[in-house]
């Protein structure tokens, strides 16, 4: 990462462990975040390649023969360190916040071409192939620190980004040029109900999100592609691991 | 030299300006900003409507009576999150209530009161909607029985549900709840083995470490959001022994079977069958409680010989589980005590019969899981309404033709009381009334719609679960403006008995004022918390304030009351549970077949075919469950 601007600012890494052991796919996670991020309802005509959806929440079951649990996975953008979305885009619209590690996606930049979606192995972005629309009344309930994207532009989770502004406004009108971490949790992290998400910093390691980072049972999706996600993974379940980080490749 | 300009000059002059145009920056600029207006429509920008806050309130959706705060703007509210130190759901709350504020927007909100004859429908005015009822509420009381009022209340216990009584009883009519459904009816089946008809049992999932499910949907949606997960996910951390695991036995495999730490598919019908085949191991190799047996429990011989044609084998002919399976499950719960077992429904969602329930009983009494110290079934007090007016009919006891004025309360689903249910309830010529807020279910056969406050909207007292382990008492606070045409019950029906001239018998007390009386309980924060002793409490007024403020009443533990509780219920019979049991169709290979391809087959091809897809085993979800195939 490049160097800050403010030397005396200290940098953060956020990132989020997510317990495939606590996850039921409820989709709390899902509902939550299209209300805070002002994401539209899909229209009718919509499928699932064409809706928006931040935090897409998908099955894995026990391939062995005898296996018949499942886990469910919220799989929101992995926020990659090496992003590859960022290098592909021509209008510089993504954007990784060396203060932060937060992968932006600014949208009044984005020229609608698709390439980062192509880019991303994760599946984690969404185009407006729809003009946003509210039923009736609905859009006087759109969360004000959010604006709505347009027609023909992609978008994807930003951790919340509006809440971390609002912690930095309040902890500038504190005199504080740190956020007070409590102060900072997004939406999908708040709203589910078996606490499976864990949010902080990862570059702190007295967080608990460090914590669990650095435990032999969380992983990584698709390591070998080298992306280094901050979104991590955990299962105490040996073939959850297995099935979600050793990729099997079938080519042809 | 003089101009000459024919009219071919002008022509050449004309075609050239417009070429040159054409290959001028002009019409593509023209093109461009078209393009743009049709790429870029204009959309909504959000602006806040005033200050932000975050308000207390409590979720009236379910009667779980979530703790939730709302973010506001100004009177806008934009979001909601659970009440972290609420004790009725611990800071969680469900997919829908998230959306609560939306609700009172949604496309099937009712905006006003309908009248509904043979040439459609027509709008009524608050007054007409008044009068109509209140002139069936005369015509109800002037019939009697029949022809007499029908109340059916979706969810007893609530301040409403009083007035309910109180008009029923001025009418002369009846007042009925619905059927209990779920694990609630675990818990009755267990309420009536008891000396004390009032007793009122709860579920503490925290005192289990084994809990087996027939069809309830603990780990999906039953109960408080996210309970079992996180007690499950929080076990994980003690020795191997200690912990928590949840066994779900359902023909098909739904979400819950497929998160669940075992799941076992019996061929539907079967249930009883595996569950006194589970009984007659624990009797067979001495695995029961025997010193909560003994000393709480009577009848168990009957027991035993309603068990005793259950053997394994017997039982893996009869649901296709095999009996290997069934020793060891009856072993593993025996061994890790304290186990409870609750019913939920067969894979149509109809109720397991009595004769399940009565089974399930049985097994709960087996393995000590009610009586003892640190048992998951506990004794609780009702909640703090005081009982008044109509004593509450099960609907089956409603003779059929003899309601003249069904009215329908708004909390009251399709779901829990089929149509097909109440219709035969009606006499010819009845009148139906609903309240609910929304369009759709019951409220679209009812003659009268008149449309009640939907969540958010709503403000009083909302008492918690009648299957939670303590009785609790929360405020909902108004936060979301209802439509103009929809009504406060409590005051729209007051309204109507005023103008049929009916006499309501005293309300009683409010339910606040009921805590205050009875200075038991605490009242817990919603925000910290910190828990408030009602003892230490001035006044109901203080009381009082601190619901408005987020807070919850919870009640203290109850005891269980003296005497035995026997294994079979009065009016059963080992014989007859036997012969229930004994009556499961035997499991033909083809159906175990299927559940079998239903295990690893659940999940279909995603139809992302993305690297992620391809190269991890992740698969979208099953939209829907596959019903079983007989």
Known sequence: MEPTANPRERRHRYGMVIDLDRCTGCGACTVACSVENNVPPPPERSTERTGVVWIRVSEAQDPRPAGARSVFVPVPCQQCDDPPCEKVCPQRAVELDPKTGIVAQVAVRCLGCRYCMAACPYHARSFNWFRPEWPDGTAALLNPDVSVRQRGTVEKCSFCAGRLQAAKAKAAAAGSREIDPADYVPACVEACPSRAIVFGDLEDPSSEVARLARESESFRLLPALGTRPKVLYRSVEPWVRASLSQPEVSRG | MPLDLSRRDLLLAATGAATGAVLSPLPWKLVDDVAIWTQRPATPTPRPAGPVALRPTTCTLCPVACGLRVRCFGDVPVSVTGAPGHPASGGAICPLGLTAHHLSRHPLRARTATLRHARGEEPLSRDAAVAAVGAALARAAHAGRPGGLLVVDGRPGRPLSALYRAVAAAAGGRYATPPRVGPARTLAALSRRSPEPSLTLGVDLAAARRVVCFGAPLLEGWGTPGLLPRLRAGSRRRPHEERLEVVQ??????????????????????????????????????????????????????????????????????????????????????????????????????????????????????????????????????????????????????????????????????????????????????????????????????????????????????????????????????????????????????????????????????????????????????????????????????????????????????????????????????????????????????????????????????????????????????????????
């Open chain 2, 249 to 630: 036995v359902e023909a098909v495999r739904s979400r819950s079977a497929a998160l669940a730490d075992r799941w076992i598919a019996p061929v539907p019908g079967s249930e009883a069958a595996l569950a006194l085949g589970i009984a007659r191991v624990l009797l067979d190799e001495g695995l029961l409680d025997c010193r909560l047996v003994e000393s709480r429990t009577e009848g168990l011989e009957g027991f035993a010989r309603a068990a005793a044609p259950f053997t394994p084998g017997t039982v893996s002919s009869l649901s296709g589980v095999p009996a290997a399976t069934v020793v060891a499950l009856a072993r593993d719960l025996a061994a890790h005590r304290p186990a409870v077992v609750l019913g939920g429904g067969d894979p149509a969602g109809s109720p397991l019969p009595d004769e399940t329930e009565a089974a399930l009983a049985g097994l709960n009494l087996l393995l000590g899981s009610v009586g003892g110290d640190g048992s998951p079934i506990v004794a609780r007090r009702e909640g703090p309404a005081a009982p008044a007016g109509a004593p509450p009919v099960e609907l089956a006891d409603v003779p059929d033709g003899s309601v003249g004025v069904l009215v329908l309360d708004g909390h009251l689903s399709e779901r829990a009381v089929p149509w097909s249910r109440l219709l035969p309830l009606l006499a010819p010529s009845a009148t139906v009334v609903s309240l609910s807020p929304w369009r759709g279910g019951l409220a679209d056969h009812a003659d009268l719609h008149v449309p009640g406050l939907a969540p958010l909207e709503e403000a009083g007292d909302v008492p918690g679960s009648p299957d939670a382990a303590a009785a609790t008492l929360s405020r909902a606070v108004a936060l979301v403006a209802s439509p103009e045409g929809a009504v406060d019950p409590a005051v729209f029906l007051k309204e109507s008995a005023a103008r049929a001239s009916l006499v309501l018998p005293p309300l009683p007390p409010s339910a606040v004022e009921g805590v205050f009386a009875s200075r038991r309980g605490r009242v817990v924060d919603g925000t910290t918390g910190e828990a408030t002793p009602v003892g230490s409490l001035a006044s109901p007024g203080a009381l009082g304030e601190l619901l408005e403020k987020g807070g919850c009443w919870v009640d203290d533990p109850a005891p269980l009351p003296r005497g035995r509780l026997s294994f079979l219920a009065p009016g059963e019979t080992a014989e007859s549970l036997s012969r229930a049991a004994l009556a499961a169709r035997p499991a033909p290979a083809a159906q175990r077949a299927a559940v079998a391809r239903e295990a690893v087959a659940a999940a279909p091809p995603a139809s992302l075919l993305t690297k992620l897809t391809r190269e991890t085993a992740l698969r979208t979800p099953p939209v829907a469950v596959a019903p079983w195939r007989a």
